[in-house]
């Protein structure tokens, strides 16, 4: 989900892939790329998790997609989404992200939360890259270094469109976290859905960042 901490790999990818995109970075470095993980949706698993506490008594549940992809499957779709398809000319393999007690192949079982929960995982693999850092993602974006001919240089923090969320929450969020005025929110809202991007604020890179950390 987009939640999820920057140091795990599918935000590092989705964030790095966005910024590569909008040229504020030019490769992401990863360990190896064949490693298979079984990845589900957040919101999914909070369901489960709900369902779990709905039950008379106490057990214990495996939540799981049941279906695999490799690091090189995240990181090929997530830069499709952005309009990328020659991504190996943006991705390094570093040894120091080789670990020695590397586990190739992660899959769940979640037979017993179908059949006793009845859950199953509604948001296929693909989907949440949409709203992890490619299509809907919060960037700052900038020309040039922080400080340029002794000015500082200040940056947008924009909002890039995704149909994955929905437009009341977008306005939600620029209420809460940019201080803007509901009718303000709702043309940046517009923008967003109707240019492909808005602009969510102008501020100093040390606030910016922080304004991004705040939203994801």
Not at 24 to 44: F, M, N, S
Not at 160 to 171: E, H, I, R
Request: aromatic residues 10%; negative net charge.
């Amino acid at each position: 989900g987009p939640r999820r901490g920057i140091e795990f790999v599918t935000r590092k990818v989705t964030n790095a892939v966005a910024r590569i995109k909008l040229g504020l970075q030019h490769e992401l470095v990863l360990g190896p790329l064949d490693t298979k993980r079984d990845w589900g949706y957040a919101g999914d698993y909070v369901k489960a998790m709900w369902a779990m506490l709905q039950q008379d008594a106490p057990d214990d549940y495996v939540v799981a997609t049941g279906k695999t992809y490799s690091i090189e499957d995240l990181v090929r779709l997530a830069f499709a989404e952005v309009g990328i398809e020659d991504w190996q000319n943006y991705v390094r393999q570093d040894p120091k992200f080789f670990r020695p007690a590397e586990v190739d192949l992660l899959i769940g079982d979640a037979t017993k939360a179908r059949t006793q929960l009845g859950w199953t995982p509604e948001v296929d693999f693909p989907t949440p890259l949409e709203s992890e850092g490619t299509q809907q993602a919060l960037l700052i974006e900038g020309e040039g270094d922080p400080i340029s001919n002794g000015q500082i240089v200040d940056f947008q923090v924009v909002l890039l469109n995704g149909d994955f969320t929905p437009m009341d929450f977008v306005v939600e969020v620029l209420q809460v976290f940019f201080a803007l005025n509901r009718e303000k929110a709702t043309q940046v809202m517009l923008h967003v859905h109707t240019r492909g991007k808005g602009i969510c604020g102008v501020y100093t890179r040390e606030v910016a960042e922080s304004k991004v950390s705040q939203v994801n």
